[in-house]
């Protein structure tokens, strides 16, 4: 249980050809972030795509991913699911190819109570026996884990913190006065990182790192090492960064800006689609900006 997510988590996008995973593009990716200096990286979450992975798929997106990082940075596996069988599953799984930890994101369109909650994210993470941050965010899964619930659940060792995307500072600061010290609140939203490590988060899993991680490893850097100036001035130089990445939804536009650094191609999975001419020419236009784009 020593390991630690704390700092720049990089929630990694599945890079697709032909409707296949692109396992050299997956590998570029990871090493090009390993370089930069990120903490760790989460294959299979949200902006992996995990609704349109196959159990198949999922489970070797994780199997590769751990191989590339070759331990050079914990692996963080999603492994959520509204069905408690099949969360189990993808745990035990991600446990067996050497995942370091799983990120349980909160059981989406069934709607437990809070108690259903908790007793959800207790049998997986009993079942897959890593640490386990837990993944909250209402806006997909239509349920909210209340500070209270959460404090229940990170009273048991297994679960080391929670990937915070309520949109509500409030709500972050009462799960950090519930919780125990050492137990990990991150941000889920790229523009509340800032705010979030103001008030006693300790990193961020990030979208926005796919494309200017050492920007961000260096602004959390900055945070911990009190040059809060500095820290600041990172954080508003990104803002337009973490604003055109939320134009339409994750992982739409960061699928199309890591396209046009030439090291993945934009394919994206029905039901979702390619961004909109509008939203293409605002993201390349902060790309250029960042000097991104390759020529």
């Known amino acids: 249980m020593?390991?630690?997510?704390r700092g720049v988590s990089v929630a990694l996008t599945t890079p697709f050809r032909n409707g296949e995973i692109d396992e050299p593009a997956l590998r570029r990716q990871i090493d090009f972030l390993i370089e930069e200096g990120v903490q760790s990286v989460l294959p299979c979450g949200t902006t992996g795509?995990?609704?349109?992975?196959?159990?198949?798929?999922?489970?070797k997106v994780v199997a590769l991913t751990v191989e590339y990082a070759r331990g050079r940075v914990p692996v963080l596996a999603g492994a959520g699911s509204n069905s408690t069988s099949e969360a189990i599953g993808l745990a035990k799984r991600a446990r067996e190819v050497g995942a370091d930890g799983l990120l349980l994101v909160s059981p989406y369109y069934n709607k437990p109570t809070q108690e259903g909650l908790y007793r959800h994210f207790l049998t997986v993470a009993e079942a897959g026996e890593l640490p386990v941050i837990l993944y909250n965010i209402p806006g997909r899964c239509?349920?909210?884990l209340l500070p209270e619930t959460t404090a229940r659940l990170a009273a048991n060792p297994?679960?080391?913190g929670i990937k915070e995307a309520t949109g509500s500072l409030d709500q972050m600061i009462r799960t950090i006065e519930l919780c125990p010290p050492d137990f990990l609140v991150t941000s889920g939203d790229d523009s509340l990182t800032l705010p979030l490590l103001a008030v006693g988060g300790g990193?961020?899993?990030s979208v926005a790192a796919n494309l200017i991680p050492r920007h961000l490893v260096t602004m959390w850097r900055a945070w911990e090492e009190g040059q809060i100036q500095?820290?600041?001035e990172l954080f508003y130089k990104a803002?337009?960064?973490f604003r055109v990445l939320f134009l339409e939804t994750n992982p739409i536009p960061v699928k199309y800006a890591l396209s046009l650094t030439g090291r993945t191609t934009a394919e994206i999975r029905?039901?979702?689609y390619l961004p909109s001419p509008s939203v293409m020419e605002n993201i390349k236009a902060v790309m250029k900006e960042w000097g991104l784009v390759k020529s």
Do not use: C, Q, R
Request: without cysteine.
């Open 239 to 241: 803002l337009p960064f």
């Open 49 to 59: 795509e995990s609704p349109t992975l196959s159990h198949a798929e999922h489970d």
């Open 2 to 5: 020593s390991v630690s997510f």
């Open 142 to 144: 239509a349920v909210n």
């Open 158 to 160: 297994l679960f080391v």
């Open 270 to 272: 029905p039901p979702l």
């Open 230 to 232: 500095k820290a600041k």
């Open 203 to 205: 990193g961020v899993i």
